[in-house]
């Protein structure tokens, strides 16, 4: 890696950090202002406890978790903050090489006296700095304002969750880097890196509505942890840490073979 070429990366990748940044914060905002409506609320339980088994089963809604603050952030806010992180860095990702075919860059880059893997692993260190910075945003002020709602909280516990939701990130991220060199353009990688995100969510949102569903679900790295479990003291297991490490350095290193074979004209 060179630092040259991870600046020119962070560059050219600022106006999508800021976006993902503004977006993230905002939303943990919103989805945290409506907490006192949810949790420990009889009413509110009542009333969800009121909706068909069948619905509550298919879009994964356990009552049990509005009772407590950590319930609430696990199956309410934690979900669409990585959501949110996770299309903005598998975008990043996907769009690695694109982008530079796309600013008409590709050519003066790839003939710079740095290797392919060179200029891969840079853009990638980037984007994982990139990311992290929002994660860590984000997660600040999810403490920040956890603790100034007067709600009880085991730290331990979600920053376990903080942690495997981090791992996810860089599980999808490992997609978008297989993919990069075969992505026609930046505004495709935008398409195929947030929907890889997407869809990985709504298979594990909606793996209980049917049989085929539950099935599907397998593929999404969603089905690695369940977020309510771990807010309760349940551990990350060897497979969430196998498969997510996995899929992001097995993404990354195929990315780099397909591009050093790949004409970038």
């Known amino acids: 890696m060179k630092w040259n070429l991870i600046s020119h990366e962070l560059r ?3 106006r999508g950090f800021y976006t993902c940044l503004m977006i993230t914060l905002i939303f943990i905002v919103m989805l945290l202002g409506k907490a006192d409506a949810f949790v420990d609320n009889p009413e509110m339980e009542k009333l969800i406890q009121g909706m ?4 509550l089963k298919a879009f994964g809604i356990q009552v049990e978790s509005f009772r407590t603050f950590e319930g609430y952030l696990a199956t309410q ?3 669409y903050f990585i959501v949110i992180v996770s299309s903005f860095a598998a975008a990043w990702a996907a769009g690695s090489i694109a982008k530079e075919r796309d600013r008409g860059t590709g050519e003066y880059l790839f003939t710079l006296p740095y290797s392919r893997f060179m200029i891969f692993s840079s853009k990638a260190a980037a984007h994982l700095l990139h990311m992290t910075l929002v994660f860590l945003c984000g ?3 999810l403490f920040l304002l956890a603790q100034s709602s ?3 909280m085991r730290p331990t516990d979600m920053f ?3 942690f495997a939701g981090y791992l996810l990130v860089l599980s999808l991220m490992g997609i978008g880097y297989a993919l990069t060199s075969w992505v026609a353009s930046d505004r495709t990688a935008v398409s195929v890196g947030a929907g890889i995100a997407v869809l990985a969510f709504l298979l594990n949102l909606l793996a209980g509505s049917s049989e085929m569903m539950q099935k599907l679900s397998a593929l999404s790295p969603y089905r690695l ?3 309510f479990d771990i807010v309760k003291g349940e551990s990350l297991t060897v497979a969430c840490w196998i498969v997510t490490l996995g899929l992001y350095a097995v993404g990354t290193a ?3 073979f397909i591009l050093k074979r790949r004409d970038i004209g």
């Open 12 to 14: 050219q990748n600022r």
């Open 52 to 55: 068909p088994d069948g619905l």
């Open 77 to 79: 806010v934690f979900p």
């Open 139 to 141: 997660s600040l002020l």
């Open 150 to 152: 007067g709600h009880m």
């Open 160 to 162: 376990r969750l903080l």
């Open 225 to 227: 942890f369940d977020a």
């Open 254 to 256: 195929a990315g780099v």
